[in-house]
């Protein structure tokens, strides 16, 4: 074959020696985040006994190794329970998102990240949106799941928008969106922090659903061999197709630009006032026990 193709062996072994174990750890990865997602309390033993069943080549420790890399590793319920993120000693605050009654732009940002599958190996993309109009406003990627990587998409959102004190900025527990570098750049632009409840994503519903769609409306549609080519077609779907184009239901089958659009004519851009908040209500008990 190599005579045939003019190419000769030693080019040919080192191609493979240097391609082939690439692409079969990247697919073994990619098993590893599929069971581990459909079998979330699962730990590394039960995953690597489902891998073999598969056909998979890999043993327990290789298994545990990867998991500890992309943060796959299960979760143990605990006998309490706990009052903050059990994966970090970083201070976490209550779920506002959930009270607020919004009326205008930059009164909540939602935020979130998710990986992303390359030819060769896994990338992570962190995204904001404005919650009222659904736009995303700052996203970045990233090689690494660090807080570099959400302070990116932060500081790109705090450039675009230029929000007043007293927006709320709502994400889950992670280290990343709790970690002093994140929380000091918010505090520092006068945000209100919230996060979600532990093991609740509907807690952060819209950040999810933008998530879904970018992967099933261009991520999946198309492999990816580099970050620097999944960046722009990301660019791309978010610049042209998602903001100004696409289409929601929960915005009147407005675009995200032009239901902004709409929202600014005639408004008084010195008017601005944070989420009023919205708390449920229990029925008054009268004093001999039956209900007012």
């Known amino acids: 074959m190599c005579e045939l193709a003019g190419v ?4 040919f072994y080192r191609h493979w020696e240097e391609r082939e174990p690439a692409a079969a750890e990247t697919e073994l990865r990619g098993a590893i985040q599929r069971l581990a997602l459909a079998h979330r309390y699962y730990g590394y033993r039960r995953i690597a006994v489902v891998l073999q069943r598969e056909g998979f080549v890999a043993g327990a420790k290789k298994v545990r190794r990867l998991m500890r890399e992309d943060n796959l590793l299960a979760i143990r319920r605990r006998k309490f329970v706990a009052t903050t993120d059990s994966n970090h000693s970083f201070r976490v605050w209550p779920n506002l998102a959930q009270y607020l009654e919004l009326s205008d732009i930059n009164q909540l940002w939602v935020a979130d990240f998710t990986f992303v599958r390359l030819e060769e190996e896994f990338v992570y993309l962190a995204v904001i949106l404005d919650a009222y109009s659904r736009r995303v406003i700052g996203w970045s ?7 570099d990587l959400v302070v990116q998409a932060l500081k790109k959102a705090l450039e675009e928008r230029r929000p007043l004190p007293g927006f709320v900025h709502h994400s889950d527990q992670g280290s990343q969106y709790a970690s002093m570098e994140y929380v000091d750049l918010l505090e520092a632009n006068g945000a209100v922090l919230s996060m979600s409840h532990p ?20 991520i999946d549609a198309r492999p990816y061999r580099t970050m620097e080519e999944l960046a722009a077609h990301v660019e791309e779907f978010i610049e042209r197709i998602y903001n100004p184009v696409r289409l929601h239901s929960a915005l009147a089958y407005l675009s995200p630009v032009e239901f902004e659009q709409r929202q600014e004519r005639g408004k008084d851009a010195a008017a601005w006032l944070p989420a009023s908040m919205s708390f449920p209500r229990h029925r008054e008990i009268s004093s001999d026990g039956l209900e007012g």
Do not use: D
């Not at 000769?8 to 080019?11: K, L, N």
């Not at 990627?141 to 807080?147: H, R």
């Open 8 to 11: 000769s062996r030693a080019s």
């Open 141 to 147: 990627l990233g090689q690494a799941m660090n807080s």
């Open 199 to 218: 093991g609740c994503p509907w807690e952060n519903g819209r950040c999810e659903s933008f998530i879904k769609t970018l992967k099933h409306e261009e």
